[in-house]
């Protein structure tokens, strides 16, 4: 066989073992005959072997970073508020409440209470990191080669996917006690007060604590997928011997 069929014929097989891996990631109870794909598959490639342990080890780490590096930077003074992509303005449901009352001359009212919405945010942020890092433990050795070798936020959307629903019974409690502290049940009720004694409209009271803990939840995970991003295209922030290894297994 001459050099060039020998090379095509090689490029086959690393095309066939990836479908294999692909395959068994899908099946439960195949981790060893994904482990022995894997293997082969990175033998050829001169690598020592990746295998579906170091992957769902790999993943996990990855999202673990992603929420202390994501989380710290929220808990930061203005972490929310200076991010326009972050920042939690009135609720939508209750925006008609803010422009009647800014028309009334109530600015600083409304201002105060979306500062204290941020604020809550930023005091909860923190708490945020064992609730999503008991959720993270919970993936499946299954899943880790179809996030691997997805798109660059693939592990961040499985994880918001998987958790999602649990992840806003959890943090609610917290989000709860933080707008407590900073006053924000207290502005929020003031503000709700006032507009609800103006005469000849109905009476409203949005969940406001539901309201904060889910925009909180969407900007940890914004950061988690940036961070995620970072992880799959820079080598210099994978700081873990075993980021290298398995993000470095895929790097282009």
């Given at each position: 066989m001459d050099e060039t069929s020998f090379n095509a014929s090689k490029k086959l097989t690393s095309v066939y073992l990836l479908f294999l891996i692909i395959g068994f990631g899908a099946c439960a109870n195949s981790s060893n005959l994904l482990d022995e794909a894997v293997s082969i598959f990175d033998e050829m490639k001169g690598d020592k072997p990746l295998t579906a342990a170091d992957a769902s080890l790999g993943i996990k780490e990855a999202l673990i970073q992603g929420i202390t590096v994501g989380a710290k930077a929220l808990a930061e003074e203005n972490g929310y508020a200076s991010r326009p992509q972050l920042r939690i303005p009135f609720p939508d449901d209750a925006k008609f409440i803010e422009d009647r009352l800014r028309s009334l001359g109530l600015n600083k009212e409304m201002d105060r209470v979306i500062s204290s919405l941020n604020n809550a945010a930023e005091d909860a942020a923190m708490k945020a990191i064992p609730v999503f890092s008991s959720a993270i433990q919970k993936m499946t050795i299954q899943d880790a080669f179809s996030?691997?070798?997805?798109?660059?936020?693939?592990?961040?959307?499985?994880?918001?996917?998987?958790?999602?629903?649990?992840?806003?019974?959890?943090?609610?409690?917290?989000?709860?006690?933080?707008?407590?502290?900073?006053?924000?049940?207290?502005?929020?009720?003031?503000?709700?007060?006032?507009?609800?004694?103006?005469?000849?409209?109905?009476?409203?009271?949005?969940?406001?604590?539901?309201?904060?803990?889910?925009?909180?939840?969407?900007?940890?995970?914004?950061?988690?997928?940036?961070?995620?991003?970072?992880?799959?295209?820079?080598?210099?922030?994978?700081?873990?011997?075993?980021?290298?290894?398995?993000?470095?297994?895929?790097?282009?």
């Open positions: 996030i691997l070798r997805g798109d660059s936020v693939a592990a961040t959307n499985y994880l918001r996917a998987a958790t999602s629903t649990e992840l806003s019974s959890l943090f609610s409690e917290p989000v709860s006690t933080s707008l407590e502290k900073v006053e924000a049940t207290k502005y929020w009720s003031d503000v709700i007060g006032t507009y609800n004694q103006i005469p000849l409209i109905s009476k409203v009271n949005p969940d406001l604590n539901a309201y904060v803990t889910q925009k909180a939840i969407d900007g940890l995970f914004i950061m988690v997928a940036n961070e995620e991003q970072r992880i799959r295209e820079n080598p210099a922030a994978r700081t873990t011997d075993l980021l290298k290894r398995v993000f470095g297994n895929i790097a282009p």
